[in-house]
């Protein structure tokens, strides 16, 4: 079972932005090898905050050393092998852990793409998760991988490719 908390300060527009995360953060789950957590007994859960540039920007500079706000950041709380730990969980929940959106950045970004703050929110929380889920695009290969995976998830629910160089079959 796959639980979002969505943590929404002011200054995003007006969305239903639970809805939006939920839904964002269940298909990129749903199209990467942990499928089976939508199903699953265990608890698995994500935050997402949409919150202003400057805390992004705080947060970029504290744990990424880059002076600048960017669009989303993503804070696994998993560092081992997904699956090994769910195996183990005491409790039956797992944190995978949060994912924050810089509200200035992503509007500025939803513009010069033409799409709504709404689309380009949904597709960097699905790039989010991807993240939470131990995927990266630090080399070529990476970033071709997480892109076709991420692109999956968003046809999922009916957005367009974000990336629009790839070839969808």
């Known amino acids: 079972m796959i639980e979002v908390a969505v943590l929404h300060e002011e200054g995003w527009p007006g969305a239903d932005w639970e809805f939006l995360a939920q839904q964002a953060v269940s298909a990129a789950i749903a199209h990467s090898p942990y499928a089976a957590f939508a199903t699953d007994s265990t608890l698995y859960e994500v935050a997402v905050k949409l919150t202003d540039d400057d805390e992004v920007h ?4 504290a744990y990424r050393e880059k002076d600048k706000p960017t669009n989303v950041l993503s804070f696994p709380m998993v ?9 183990n969980t005491d409790d039956g929940e797992v944190l995978l852990g949060d994912i924050v959106l810089a509200e ?3 509007a500025a970004e939803a513009a010069e793409k ?24 630090m080399d070529d290969n990476e970033a071709e991988a997480m892109e076709a995976l991420e692109i999956r998830a968003l046809l999922s629910l009916g957005l367009a490719d974000p990336y629009g160089d790839r070839d969808n079959g």
């Open 58 to 61: 705080q947060l970029n500079r």
């Open 79 to 87: 560092q081992e092998d997904l699956l090994e730990v769910t195996a």
């Open 104 to 106: 200035g950045v992503c």
């Open 114 to 137: 033409g799409i709504s703050v709404a689309d380009h929110a949904t597709h960097l929380i699905v790039h989010g998760t991807f993240h939470l889920l131990g995927y990266d695009h």
